[in-house]
């Protein structure tokens, strides 16, 4: 996915741009079962990495 290819690459203002225009991280997982969080660790982009993180905690505490 889009999602993908901006984490993959390292692309903090491309994801924050897609996640705005109503992409969701919460069905973005690729063929291999990846999902954007874990290319980003795989590539080492941490800057992505570290959004995603918070991200995904803030997504946690509103399920609660």
């Known amino acids: ?9 390292g692309h ?3 994801l924050r741009a897609l996640l705005r225009s ?3 991280l919460s069905q ?13 660790r795989i ?4 800057e992505v990495e ?3 993180m918070h991200l995904n905690r803030r997504a946690a505490q509103a399920a609660k």
């Open 28 to 40: 973005a997982v690729n063929s291999k079962g990846q999902t954007p969080l874990d290319l980003a």
């Open 22 to 24: 109503g992409s969701s």
């Open 50 to 52: 570290l959004e995603l």
């Open 1 to 9: 996915t889009c999602l993908h290819w901006a984490a993959k690459y």
């Open 43 to 46: 590539h080492a982009c941490a």
């Open 12 to 14: 903090a203002n491309s």
